[in-house]
Nanobody, 128 residues
């Protein structure tokens, strides 16, 4: 069974940092690309960052460039841990953050429709 489990969310003041983690299991994750999305109340889910299957290529939303860093680590047990390091956080970064994995994409890698599998999310709240 495919599983993506996020952790690391929380509350932080503006200017602070958080690191989100996502453990992926139940699939050959060496063959999938992965990403982070976020959704604030009343807004659509938006792509934040993407990383390729081997981790050599990344894409970021303009709103987080220079502040967020996505990375992935393959574990010996076949699982993959996906990270999102978030620095210089702003109140507008507050949202539920979701980990996602995909196998085939015709559009842009920050397009939610390019992802097949989703975690349940972790909440990030940034206060001013």
């Amino acid at each position: 069974q495919v599983q993506l489990v996020e952790s690391g969310g929380g509350s932080v003041q503006a200017g602070g940092s958080l690191r989100l983690s996502c453990v992926a299991s139940g699939y050959s994750y060496s063959t999938v690309y992965m990403g982070w999305f976020r959704q604030a109340p009343g807004k659509e889910r938006e792509g934040v960052a993407h990383i390729s299957t081997a981790g050599g290529s990344t894409v970021y939303a303009d709103s987080v460039k220079g502040r967020f860093t996505i990375s992935r680590v393959s574990q010996e047990n076949g699982k993959i841990t996906l990270y999102l390091q978030m620095n210089s956080l702003k109140p507008e970064d507050s949202a539920m953050y979701y980990c996602a994995a995909g196998t085939y994409c015709r559009g842009g890698y920050l397009d939610r429709y390019c992802y097949n599998y989703w975690g349940k999310g972790t909440q990030v709240t940034v206060s001013s």
